[in-house]
């Protein structure tokens, strides 16, 4: 070390007491703006880095985080957003960004995409390096480096490939070029560099400069490191109470023995958790039992009922009762056709011997009646009146035939003249027929084409909305049909096959320009995208395809999709875009000037540069413009919903029209319908003739000819008499005979079922025997008398002719009763099912499952349940309650005052330290004061804390234990960190939350001047002041050199430190830092500089140049002015190693 290097590290008092350890130097190669290697030397005492805004100064400080600190550190707040871990957004400082050294964003005038502009890795590989050189008292220097190789596709942090490194000494980085190619390969890294030891986690990397340097307590510097992290960060600290209580103030005990307690408890628990599970287990097996009786029973009814064979063919149990009693019911058949024949075979003979007598008697009135001379004029008359009756009903029929074929007309006619007076009318009606039967179909036919646009349009409707019941979005269905016919051909998804309008949808604040949007990008949203990969392969599948309409497609390169912000005063900024590889393809395109327009509220803004279209569709391009409607359905949306909404709506004014016509057409088909009607009645008037239907004269003429006849029978008594017994006599005979002829039918129909009942016996016997000497079946009298009884719910016992019925609805019966007992079993196997599942659900088994074959499993635990019993298991639970004793409470209980005194005990070296600093320019001396806060809930938790930790359950009644676990349960629901439900556990444990502490400050006399509580009411050179005293004296502690002189770490960066402060604050503040013996590397900008450049050591400015790159020198050490500062636009120091 060169005499000049001795100087700048002397401290008066250095070699004294504990030994300290400096930041020396720092080296940086390609880091942010410095693109050399750089070496950045600091004063043992004060350094002050100065720039404009933007020459690097935080990305100077930011290396010695990236250096020392783990990856869940933030670069500085001073420049960067992040405030958990490494910067995460895209505009954030991180890794990748100062390597490569970002220096800007622009967007690609190709794609219009985002991307950084860089000094180095944007087409290739690139490296770093960072390094921090500390030293001792004794002039003995310790390094830490961090290596970094960064790939040309890396994006993240974790993209990066990295070295953490600690050097007995020093190293130059420059040294590390020859290792790039290896990728800072371990092996040639400790070889190349024999005190350089490569670290494989950053817990081993800071555990090694933890325990060299002297950082925290025993080598636990973890907290120190996170303390110094803020401090370098700047985060504002609104009370001291906060700072104290994050910074310095550990976790209390009362959690640990909180935890103690819970973890006693838990035996406990899981006995009653145990006792509540076998209760909630037997509630959910406890009728399977009943519920598998019942299904075996269910089983049973329907395996009996199966074992007759209902549903079989051939010989069966239940066609041999079908036989047998058949053959019965035959028999007695035969037995009852055999009496009533007997029966039949007397009557008949009865019957012909009273007829022949009835012969003999007319034979005789009707020689008697030959003798009579009138009897011939009476015999002709009333061959004449019989004639006439036949023509009066001929007659009377066609009348009445007549008269409801002309009802219609709605005339009467009583007389020929009347008759031929109609016939005139109809011949008239027939003569004008024609033309009026021509005007009502010319009118029906144009009613036809009236329907068929708006039919066929509604057809079409409907095709669409069938097309879109199993795809989104509102693309044209024949352009769709023809995607379909090209995916089936080619083997791909039709979902792969997007048109752009299926991409695309217009943002709902922007649904008045859906016309615009939609003329804009006619052609575009009408394009079908294929993966560029398969472009090649489709276009030779699809060429010998005959396709029924003209479809665009284009092939495209697919990309993860990233959200643009695009100008909503254009087309593209007005339509959302669907989250797909292809939609970065549809964004650029539509956003494409060829492609894209602006949005005009008139026509007056047609004019001007560019693609330009108002609301209702024209369109300009210069000179060049376009209006009208293209008649085309709108095609752009995601979702198909508004589309089908749209189609509803238009079927249903479809609907209105059609009907309006068909009511129309159904009155013309009214009118033209009536018209034939009464065509035919006319027709059928002048096709009859007035003979035809002239009953009423034919009437007349029969009552003529009966008078006559009477006439002569009154006027001649033997021959009347005569007429009256040979009437009476033919009556009797007719009667006669018509009995014989029924009672021979009958017996003929005896004797015909009698050869039928004997023939179907004999098959039915010769089966009963065929069966019977097979044994190929049997019927037990059990399964006879219970078809027997069944065939009687459903047919009539020893009905012969209903038997076949009967039996078809008996089999019918077992069939509905077979499966009413399969059904009552699958509803029984599934409640068991439903049971076990539950079991299940709630009691994971993996050698169970909820099938009914597991029932014999379920049956075993719950026999082991109920032979265990529930009684027994609350006994033991009682027992262990009553074993469990508050005492367990008690280490709890006692943690609370304990962690208390342990806070005041941590306090008291913090005070110590801040006694022996001057505060203020009173010189007042700063303490820390700690005041119990004593909130109500909180002195209720520990007064129940208090009864639950000295109780004595073991005189308790079952119903007291009850009440006293659960009041237990609640409290410790209150502490345990595995509760269900969010709990208070950290309000009532964290001790921390129960005081207050402030900052006070006393005079020369010891006497309180004022108190410091919340920090945002001081100016902001008090608050640099006192966050000085207070946070040098925590990291003091969080060091572990509360009992030393001054700390053996010695390092604290601050970014932007002391902003509000004037120059005597500050003045005062830095003092504060380095009478707590810690050396400050500031980073300040121009505004802060002349406050705090007569308190540094040493002045280093940063600048940057036209190229972006930054420098660093180091400045005389003489107050300059914020004008001199500032060189010329453009220009910089020349970039050197100071």
């Not at 907290?223 to 992290?229: S, T, V």
């Not at 509220?601 to 108002?614: F, K």
């Amino acid at each position: 070390m060169s005499p000049t290097d001795d100087s700048l590290f002397y401290l008066a008092g250095a070699t004294e007491g504990t030994t300290q350890w400096r930041a020396d130097s720092l080296q940086f190669v390609n880091w942010g703006g410095f693109q050399t290697p750089h070496t950045v030397h600091f004063a043992p005492g004060t350094t002050l880095l100065s720039g404009a805004s933007g020459t690097g100064k935080s990305t100077l400080l930011d290396a010695y985080l990236a250096v020392m600190m783990d990856s869940a550190t933030p670069f500085n707040g001073a420049s960067n957003d992040a405030t958990i871990g490494r910067a995460r957004g895209a505009d954030q400082r991180n890794l990748v960004s100062y390597l490569r050294g970002k220096m800007d964003t622009t967007r690609d005038p190709d794609t219009g995409l985002l991307k950084d502009r860089v000094l180095r890795g944007q087409k290739s590989d690139t490296w770093g390096a960072l390094a921090v050189t500390f030293i001792d008292d004794h002039g003995r220097r310790y390094t830490a480096a961090r290596l970094f190789y960064v790939p040309q596709s890396a994006t993240r942090d974790s993209d990066l490939l990295r070295k953490m490194c600690t050097v007995e000494g020093t190293i130059d980085l420059r040294d590390l070029a020859p290792l790039v190619e290896s990728r800072f390969d371990r092996r040639a890294l400790e070889g190349r560099f024999p005190n350089l030891k490569v670290h494989d986690s950053y817990g081993a990397f800071s555990q090694a400069f933890f325990t060299r340097l002297g950082i925290g307590a025993h080598g636990d510097g973890g907290k120190a490191m996170r303390l110094l992290a803020r401090i370098q960060a700047g985060h504002q600290v609104r009370t001291v109470d906060d700072l104290y209580k994050s910074m310095v103030i550990e976790l209390p005990d009362t959690y640990a023995a909180a935890d103690e307690a819970v973890e006693h408890f838990k035996d406990l628990e899981d006995a009653y958790r145990a006792m509540l599970t076998e209760g909630k287990k037997l509630d959910v097996l406890n009728g399977i039992v009943d519920l598998n009786s019942r299904r075996e029973a269910a089983l049973e009814e329907a395996d009996r009922i199966d074992t007759f064979g209902i549903h079989r063919t051939g010989d069966t149990s239940f066609e041999l009762w079908k036989r047998v009693t058949l053959n019965a019911l035959l028999s007695s058949a035969e037995d009852l056709n055999r009496e009533l024949r007997a029966q039949s075979e007397k009557e008949r003979t009865r019957l012909e011997a009273s007829a022949a007598a009835l012969i003999s008697r007319k034979v005789d009135i009707e020689a008697d009646l030959s003798r009579n001379e009138t009897h011939t004029t009476v015999a002709r008359l009333e061959a004449d009146i019989t004639e006439l009756g036949f023509a009066y009903e001929s007659a009377r029929e066609n009348r009445s035939l007549f008269d409801e074929q002309t009802a219609r007309l709605d005339i009467d006619i009583d007389s020929e003249a009347e008759f031929v007076e109609a016939q005139a009318h109809s011949r008239t009606f027939i003569e004008g027929f024609e033309a009026a039967r021509k005007n009502v179909t010319d009118r029906m036919g144009r009613l036809r084409d009236d329907a068929y646009e708006p039919s066929r349009e509604k057809s079409e409707l409907g095709r669409e909305r069938e097309s879109l019941s199993d795809r989104d979005g509102r693309m044209d269905p024949r352009l769709h049909q023809c995607r379909l016919l090209i995916a089936q051909a080619t083997g791909i998804d039709p979902n792969d096959l997007p048109f752009v309008g299926e991409l695309i949808d217009v943002l709902p604040e922007q649904k008045h320009w859906r016309k615009a949007i939609e003329t804009t990008l006619f052609g575009v949203a009408r394009i079908m995208l294929i993966n560029s990969d398969d472009l090649d392969r489709v276009s030779h599948v699809i060429d010998p395809l005959h396709l029924p309409h003209r479809i665009n497609f284009e092939g495209v390169e697919l990309a993860p999709y990233n959200q643009r912000d695009l100008d909503p005063a254009y087309v593209s900024g007005k339509v959302a875009y669907k989250v797909s590889p292809f939609s970065p393809w549809v964004q650029d395109r539509i956003s494409a000037t060829s492609t894209d327009a602006l949005c005009v509220d008139s026509p007056d803004s047609l004019r001007g540069g560019g693609r330009r279209v108002t609301g209702n569709g024209q369109t300009r391009l210069g000179r060049s413009g376009a209006h009208g409607e293209s008649n085309a359905r709108d095609v752009i949306g995601f979702s198909k919903e508004e589309r089908l909404r749209e189609i509803a709506h238009r079927v249903n004014q479809l609907d209105t029209i059609l009907s309006g016509i068909d009511d129309q057409r159904k009155l013309a088909q009214s009118e033209d319908t009536s018209l034939q009607a009464t065509k035919a009645s006319h027709d059928k008037l002048l096709s009859s003739t007035w003979k035809d239907i002239d009953h009423s004269g034919l009437s007349a003429k029969i009552i003529e000819l009966t008078r006559h006849k009477d006439h002569l029978l009154q006027s001649d008594d033997a021959l009347r008499e005569l007429h009256e017994e040979l009437n009476e006599l033919t009556k009797e005979l007719k009667e006669a005979n018509g009995k014989t002829y029924v009672t021979t039918q009958r017996l003929n129909e005896l004797k015909s079922i009698q050869e039928v009942l004997v023939a179907r016996k004999d098959q039915t016997a010769t089966e009963i025997e065929r069966i019977d000497r097979d044994q190929t079946v049997t019927l037990t009298n059990e399964q006879a008398a219970y078809l027997n009884s069944e065939y009687a719910q459903v047919g009539s016992v020893g009905d012969l002719e209903g038997f076949e019925d009967g039996v078809g609805r008996l089999r019918k019966r077992l069939s509905d009763l077979s499966m009413d007992a399969r059904d009552k079993s699958d509803l029984i196997e599934r409640a068991l099912e439903s049971a076990f599942q539950r079991y299940l659900d709630m009691w994971k088994d993996p050698n169970l499952s909820a099938r009914v074959e597991n029932y014999p499993s379920f049956l075993r635990i719950l026999d082991s349940i109920r032979a265990t019993g529930l009684h027994d298991r609350r006994q033991e639970w009682s027992r262990r309650l009553t074993d469990w004793s508050g005492q367990d409470l008690v280490p709890l209980a006692g943690a609370f005052s304990l962690a208390i005194e342990d806070i005041r005990n941590r306090l008291a070296p913090i005070n110590a330290i801040l006694f022996t600093l001057p505060f203020s320019d009173r010189r007042d001396r700063l303490q820390i004061d700690l005041r119990e806060l004593h909130r109500d809930d909180i002195v209720k938790f520990k007064r129940e804390l208090s009864v639950l930790s000295r109780a004595n359950t073991v005189d308790f009644t079952d119903d007291q234990i009850q009440n006293w676990f659960k009041r237990l349960r609640r409290f410790m629901g209150l502490i345990r960190k595995d509760a269900p439900e969010k709990n208070n556990r950290d309000y009532f444990l964290d001790v921390r939350k129960h005081i207050e502490i402030t900052a006070i400050a006393y005079d020369q006399d010891n006497r309180q001047r004022s108190t410091y509580a919340a920090l945002g009411g001081k100016s902001g050179g008090e608050t640099q002041e006192l966050i000085a005293f207070i946070v040098g004296a925590a990291l003091r502690f969080q060091l572990g050199d509360e009992a030393h002189e001054r700390p053996r770490f010695a390092p604290v960066f601050l970014d932007e430190g002391f902003v509000k402060a004037d120059s005597e604050f500050a003045g005062r503040s830095v003092d504060a830092w380095k009478g707590l013996g810690f050396q400050l590397i500031i980073g300040a900008p121009y505004g802060q500089f002349t406050a705090l450049e007569p308190h540094a050591d040493r002045v280093l400015y940063m600048a940057k140049n036209s190229l972006g790159h930054s420098s660093v020198v180091s400045l005389p050490r003489t107050v300059l002015t914020r004008t001199e500062l500032m060189p010329p636009a453009g220009e910089g120091p020349n970039e050197s190693s100071f």
